[in-house]
C-alpha cells in the first residue's frame, strides 16, 4: 500500500511539477495515481512507492537505477517512463497514462478465444522481446502490468521495478504476494535468479489464463503455488476447454517447460512460435466460444516428489497430451474447484498394473510352505527396529528437507534451519544487489533432501564491496599507485598543474574524493603539481609607465620603480630601463623599472643688447649652442633678439638663435 494516505496525496505537486489528482490503482507496493505535469500540460500516471521502500537504502538505490534503465527503453508497446525522483520521504515513478483497463479486469469476464489470446500475448511478447533486447528483464510478468488502451493498443507496464523491490514486498497482503506468486518462473522461485526466459515462462501462464480463464497454480497459500511452479507441471489448457488444439496447448508446453533451458531463450524466439502456431488456426479454430469441459470426477495421483499441502488433481481425461519437460502432465486445479462427490481414489500406474498381473504364459506360482518365510520376516522385524529408528523422522539418519532460507537474515535462516533440525555453516560474500546480512543463496539448496543434522553452507551477504578512497592529497605521486592498491583501487587519468604553494611531484586533486566508498578496481584520477609557473618577463621600455605596469601586474609579477632621470633619448614618463628586462620570473617577483625624466631644461639667459661676444659666452655658460642672424652685416654687434627668448626654459645642449645688429 502507498505511503501516503489518499487524502493526503490528492493534490499535493510533487517536484514542484506533478499534481496528484486522484488515486487510479493501489498495489502492495505502491499506490497509483493520475496526476497532471503542469510543466507539459498533461496527464500523466504517478505512482507512489511504500514508505518502508523509501527508507530502504537498496530500494533507493536499484530503483533509481532500474527506473533510468526503464525510461530509456522506447517501444509502442511498452508504458513509458517519463520521470521518477523523491519528494519529502517518498519515492514516486512518473508513466504514460494509459486510458484502459488491466488484463486482470478482462480476465474477469472469463476464457477469451484463441483469437483474442493470441491478439493480446503477441504485442505483450513484442514489449519484453524490445526488453530482452536492450539486456532489460522484466521479472514481474502478470496481467496486472498488461493494460489494454481502449483504442485496443496493448501496454507491458512496470520495467524494472520487480528488479529494485526485493523482499521488502513480502511484507504485503497475501493475497497481493500471491499474485505475483503465480506467475513466478521455478528458477526464480528456488533460486531468486531471473532472465528472459523467466518472462517467457510467465507469458505462457498468461496464454494460459486467456484460453482457460484461470491461473494455472493455484493454492490456498503463496509457498503452495510456489511450491507447485517447482515440483509440477503446468496443466494442460485442453484439459478445461475443449476449443483449444493441440497447436496452443504445444505452445504452453514449450513457454512453461520447468527448465529454463528448454523453453525459447528470448520473448523474440516465442513470438516467433506464436504467430507460427496462429497461421496454422483456421478461422473456426480462432474464434470458437471457449467450451469448458464439466462432469469429470477428480482423481488423484501419487507422484514421487514430496506432496504439496494440497493434493494435486488430475481431470480422468485420457486425451493425448504436449510434450513436457519433466514428470507427469497433470492439471492442477484450486481448492474450489474440487467440489466431486465421488470419493477420492489412488490410480495405479501401467507399470504398476503390470508389476500386480501375471503375464499371460506363466503359470500361477505354487504354494509353499510358509514357516521359513515367518522366520525370515521376524528376523527381519527384530533387526529392522534399529533401522526404523534410525532412519524414521527421530533418528539420527532420518531425512529433512532445506527450507528456503535465500533472503533471510543470517539470523532467521539459522532459526529456519535449526526448526527442521540442520545447522547453517555461514561463510561471508560480497554482493551487489543482496543487502548486507541477507542470505545469497545456500549447499544444498532449498527442497533439497539431507540427513539431519546435516550442516547447510549460506552465503551470507557482506552488501556491496566498497572500499574508502585513500587520502592522495598531498602525497607524493610516488606513494599514490601503493596507496590505491591497498584499496583495491586503481590509478586512472593522472593530470599536471603548476601550483604557487605545492611543491612538484605532489598531488594537488583526486577524484573521487577521499573517503568515498568505490567498487574494487575503480580508477582513481589525481592532477599532480609541477611547481611554481614560470612567467615570461615582457620588455616594457619606452612604453608609457602606466601601461608598462599594467602589462606586468596582469602576468602576475610586482613592480618596483627605481625612480626617474633625465634622458635626451626617452620621452618623459616612459620607461627608460627596467630590471630583468627578459628571462622569467615567479608570480609575485619585483620588476624594477625606471621612469625617463625628458631631457634635463636650462632657462635662457637673458642677451639682448649685450654685445654678441658677452652674449655667446652666457649662452655657452649655460649649456646652449649659439647660432647668428645678422640684420645690416651685424655691423654694430648688437644682439636685439633671441630664439628661443630669454627665460625659456629650452633642453640644455639646444641651439639659440641671436639676432645681431
Known amino acids: 500500500m502507498s505511503s501516503i494516505g489518499l487524502d493526503v496525496a490528492v493534490g499535493r505537486v510533487l517536484d514542484g511539477r506533478y499534481r496528484v489528482r486522484t488515486p487510479i490503482a493501489e498495489g502492495g507496493m505502491a499506490t497509483v495515481y493520475l496526476a497532471r505535469d503542469e510543466r507539459l500540460g498533461r496527464d500523466v500516471a504517478v505512482k507512489i512507492m511504500r514508505t518502508d521502500l523509501a527508507r530502504d537504502p ?91 488502451r481502449e483504442d485496443g493498443v496493448v501496454k507491458v507496464a512496470d520495467f524494472g521495478l520487480a528488479r529494485a523491490v526485493t523482499s521488502t514486498t513480502t511484507t504485503g497482503a497475501a493475497g497481493v504476494l500471491l499474485g505475483t506468486v503465480s506467475y513466478l518462473s521455478p528458477e526464480q522461485v528456488e533460486h531468486g535468479a531471473a532472465d528472459a526466459r523467466s518472462d517467457v515462462y510467465a507469458a505462457g501462464l498468461i496464454l494460459y489464463e486467456m484460453l482457460t480463464g484461470q491461473k494455472a497454480f493455484q493454492g490456498d497459500s503463496p509457498i503452495h503455488v510456489a511450491y507447485q511452479h517447482v515440483h509440477g507441471v503446468v496443466p494442460v489448457a485442453s484439459d478445461r476447454v475443449a476449443t483449444v488444439g493441440p497447436g496452443l496447448d504445444r505452445l504452453v508446453a514449450l513457454a512453461t517447460a520447468r527448465q529454463p533451458g528448454e523453453r525459447p531463450a528470448t520473448a523474440g524466439e516465442l513470438l516467433g512460435q506464436v504467430r507460427a502456431t496462429r497461421s496454422g488456426l483456421t478461422a473456426a479454430e480462432l474464434d470458437a466460444a471457449p467450451s469448458f469441459r464439466s462432469g469429470a470426477s477428480t482423481v488423484t495421483l501419487q507422484t514421487t516428489d514430496p506432496a504439496p499441502s494440497a493434493p494435486t488433481t488430475v481431470a480422468p481425461d485420457a486425451r493425448a497430451r504436449p510434450a513436457r519437460s519433466a514428470g507427469t502432465a497433470t492439471a492442477v486445479l484450486p481448492a474450489a474447484e474440487r467440489t466431486t462427490t465421488e470419493p477420492t481414489t489412488t490410480v495405479p500406474t501401467a507399470a504398476d498394473r503390470t508389476a500386480a498381473e501375471p503375464a499371460p504364459d506363466q503359470a500361477p506360482p505354487r504354494r509353499r510352505r510358509r514357516w521359513p518365510w515367518v522366520l525370515l520376516t521376524l528376523a527381519l522385524l527384530g533387526g529392522g527396529g534399529g533401522g526404523w529408528y534410525w532412519y524414521d523422522g527421530f533418528g539420527p539418519g532420518s531425512v529433512r528437507i532445506v527450507p528456503t532460507v535465500t533472503a533471510l537474515s543470517r539470523v532467521d535462516a539459522e532459526v529456519a534451519l535449526a526448526r527442521v533440525e540442520l545447522h547453517a555453516d555461514p561463510v561471508a560474500a560480497y554482493d551487489e544487489t543482496v543487502p548486507k546480512d541477507a542470505v545469497i543463496s545456500a549447499d544444498p539448496g532449498s527442497g533439497s533432501e539431507v540427513r539431519k543434522h546435516t550442516g547447510v553452507r549460506v552465503v551470507v551477504s557482506l552488501g556491496p564491496e566498497r572500499y574508502a578512497v585513500p587520502t592522495l592529497v598531498g602525497a607524493a605521486r610516488a606513494e599514490v599507485d601503493a596507496r590505491l592498491a591497498e584499496r583495491h583501487l586503481t590509478l586512472g587519468k593522472t593530470d599536471e598543474a603548476f601550483d604557487e604553494s605545492v611543491p612538484a611531484g605532489v598531488v594537488l586533486t583526486q577524484d573521487p574524493a577521499a573517503d568515498s566508498p568505490q567498487k574494487p578496481g575503480t580508477a582513481v584520477n589525481v592532477v599532480v603539481s609541477k611547481g611554481r609557473q614560470p612567467i615570461p618577463v ?124
Open 58 to 148: 537498496t530500494f533507493v538505490s536499484r530503483f533509481q537505477r532500474e527506473a533510468r534503465l526503464a525510461a530509456g527503453l522506447s517501444h509502442p508497446n511498452v508504458v513509458a517512463v517519463h520521470d521518477f525522483g523523491g519528494d519529502e520521504g517518498d519515492m514516486f515513478l512518473v508513466m504514460e497514462y494509459v486510458e484502459g483497463v488491466t488484463l486482470r479486469d478482462r480476465l474477469a469476464d472469463g476464457a477469451m478465444t484463441a483469437r483474442q489470446a493470441l491478439a493480446v500475448i503477441d504485442p505483450v511478447l513484442q514489449a519484453l522481446d524490445a526488453a530482452h533486447a536492450a539486456g532489460l528483464v522484466h521479472r514481474d510478468v502478470k496481467p496486472e502490468n498488461v493494460l489494454l
Open 538 to 661: 615582457a620588455d616594457v621600455r619606452g612604453k608609457g609607465a602606466d601601461e608598462a605596469t599594467k602589462i606586468l601586474t596582469d602576468a602576475g609579477l610586482k613592480v618596483a620603480q627605481a625612480g626617474a632621470v633625465n634622458s635626451d633619448t626617452v620621452p618623459e614618463g616612459a620607461i627608460l630601463t627596467q630590471e630583468p628586462a627578459g628571462g622569467t620570473l615567479f608570480r609575485g617577483d619585483p620588476v624594477t623599472l625606471t621612469v625617463s625624466k625628458g631631457p634635463v631644461l636650462v632657462a635662457v639667459p637673458a642677451t639682448v643688447g649685450k654685445q654678441r661676444d658677452v652674449a655667446t659666452a652666457a649662452l655657452t655658460a649655460a649649456g646652449f649652442k649659439v647660432a647668428y642672424a645678422n640684420v645690416l652685416g651685424g655691423y654694430f654687434g648688437t644682439v636685439r633678439a633671441s630664439n628661443p627668448a630669454a627665460g625659456t626654459l629650452a633642453r640644455k645642449g639646444s641651439t639659440v638663435t641671436l639676432t645681431i645688429v
